[in-house]
């Protein structure tokens, strides 16, 4: 079945700086990507999303990357605030077919430093 | 509208015991998940349904049953709970496969 691999499971930036996240997965016919964010105490909410047709999208200060051939994707957050700090989970749709299923990775911690 | 709503919030258990976590939406969403969230080991699914009357094991199914008779409704059963169930649990549902989730809020269970 599919596998997420998600990395780094820590990061810690400076405010205003940038921060990337990268996650790998394994199985080619996984089609959509979503990353959510999940503040303390609370359930993960969909930030931003892509499905594998496209290869860049951008809301605001935040961005999703996808390399099919590569089999990973990324989430760029541009001009970081403290509000960001805030662990980002990655997923991959169920390549199996209509499940609705998603496979999460490990999870990264975000530390924002004002 | 309110969602997914997820009930208790909070709860104790002692080891054997069983009992049932609930699960509402009200957006009408065919596909419906429970996930566990252990530290280190991100979202693990435990069983998922694809509409009323329809379920399915995920990763992590063993000492937990569901069923599903209403659009709206997944409610998770612990049947005889272990202290390795101890975790924070998530409902989750979405309009069609291939977009995202909406979550509940969660709830943490311990296990004694």
């Known amino acids: 079945g599919e596998n997420v691999e998600q990395h780094p499971s820590t990061l810690s930036v400076q405010e205003g700086d940038s921060a990337v996240i990268k996650c790998t997965y394994s199985d080619s016919a996984s089609n959509y990507f979503p990353w959510y964010k999940q503040e303390l105490g609370k359930g993960p909410q969909l930030i931003i999303d892509i499905r594998s047709n496209v290869g860049e999208k951008k809301d605001q200060r935040i961005a999703v990357t996808l390399n099919k051939t590569a089999k990973h994707f990324s989430l760029h957050i541009t001009e970081t605030q403290p509000e960001d700090s805030a662990v980002y989970f990655c997923?991959?749709?169920?390549?199996?077919?209509?499940?609705?299923?998603?496979?999460f990775g490990q999870g990264t911690t975000l530390q924002v430093k004002p | 509208n309110a969602g997914v709503t997820q009930t208790p919030k909070f709860q104790v258990l002692k080891t054997g015991q069983s009992m049932t976590l609930q699960c509402a939406q009200d957006m009408n969403h065919e596909y419906m998940s429970w996930y566990r969230q252990d530290p280190g080991m991100g979202l693990r699914l435990i069983h998922y349904?694809?509409?009323?009357?329809?379920?399915d094991q995920g990763e992590v199914p063993n000492g937990y049953n569901v069923s599903r008779s209403t659009t709206e409704d997944f409610p998770l059963r612990l049947l005889s709970a272990a202290p390795s169930q101890t975790s924070v649990y998530f409902c989750?549902?979405?309009?069609?496969?291939?977009?995202?989730?909406?979550f509940g809020s969660g709830t943490r269970l311990t296990v004694v």
């Open positions: 349904s694809v509409g009323a009357g329809i379920t």
């Open positions: 997923a991959a749709s169920d390549p199996s077919g209509n499940t609705g299923k998603l496979i």
């Open positions: 989750a549902s979405s309009y069609e496969t291939g977009t995202g989730y909406t």
